[in-house]
């Protein structure tokens, strides 16, 4: 597990707010550059992409002070959509990339937005139910793994960067933003799916087998940045696995300590 500030393991903290944005951001601007053959200029895209995520977490945490009733993750999804929209257009109108694509750049812009307003909605809730029963049992506030959820990221940018072997610097991010993507979706899987099978050892396997498919996928993205000697699918699917299964293997220890703790 990696230590993590105390302010990061509350995931509805402004600091955890402006990661999840910056991540989200940051990752699928990555992925829609790899895939549109755009990657030579995610040097001037990223910036521009943190921008609009930095913004948008202003945006969506206003809302979720001010309104009477932020109403759920399904609202969330949408004021992250629309604020996302918003900033996009913006965004076209300064970029002359993103302005000669507008309806791509606005579909991806929604695509990004819905998910880091649906997870900072999530998040909120989360945290204070957590919160709540903690002051109902007098005890101290513990999050428990989910302080830990920002870890999937750096296992998926590790296990990415150690197969492809990037050959530049623009391509080392690439390769590493797109495995901490898919360690957004490993983490996913391991809170919303394993830990309904008590995150048992058999878990890890089943972990794997799906991180392998999902990172045979995410291989012919990163196909031209690295000098692997395995074919670009192979190398994702072996990427792919790695991050699964060192997250589910996590996953697996913190939940028995848990119900040691629990004994």
């Keep these: 597990m990696i230590p993590l ?11 955890s707010s402006f990661v999840t944005a910056l991540i989200g951001w940051n990752g699928f601007a990555t992925v829609a ?31 979720l002070r001010l309104a009477r009733r932020p109403g759920g993750v399904a609202a969330g999804a949408i004021a992250g959509a629309a ?5 996009a257009a913006a965004a076209a109108a300064r970029v002359a990339d993103l302005g000669r694509h507008p309806v791509v750049t606005l579909l991806v812009a929604a695509y990004i937005g ?12 989360d945290d204070a139910r957590i919160e709540a029963s903690a002051r109902a049992h007098g005890r101290a506030v513990d999050y428990g793994r989910d302080a830990h959820w920002l870890d999937p990221f750096a296992y998926g ?20 933003i797109v495995g901490a993507m ?20 058999i878990t890890i396997p089943i972990a794997a087998v799906a991180g392998a498919l999902l990172g045979a996928v995410t291989g012919l993205l990163l196909r031209a940045v690295g000098r692997t000697p395995l074919p670009a699918p192979a190398a994702g699917a072996l990427a792919g696995m790695v991050c699964f299964a060192i997250t589910a293997a996590v996953g697996h220890r913190q939940a ?3 119900r040691a703790g629990a004994a």
């Excluded at 500030?5 to 600091?15: E, Y």
């Excluded at 819905?114 to 809730?125: H, I, M």
Aim: charged fraction near 15%.
């Design 114 to 125: 819905a998910p880091v307003g649906a997870f900072l909605s999530y998040f909120r809730a």
């Design 157 to 176: 940018a590790a296990a990415y960067l150690a197969v492809f072997v990037p050959r530049a610097f623009w391509s080392g991010a690439g390769a590493a």
């Design 256 to 258: 028995r300590r848990e």
């Design 5 to 15: 500030p105390r302010t990061l393991m509350r995931r509805s903290s402004w600091s």
């Design 33 to 63: 550059a790899l895939a549109f053959g755009r990657a030579p200029q995610l040097g001037s895209l990223l910036p521009v992409a943190s921008a609009c995520a930095v913004l948008q977490v202003l945006a969506l945490r206003a809302r």
């Design 182 to 201: 898919v360690g957004v979706v490993a983490a996913g899987v391991s809170h919303f799916f394993l830990a309904r099978l008590r995150n048992a050892p």
């Design 83 to 87: 604020s996302a929209l918003v900033l």
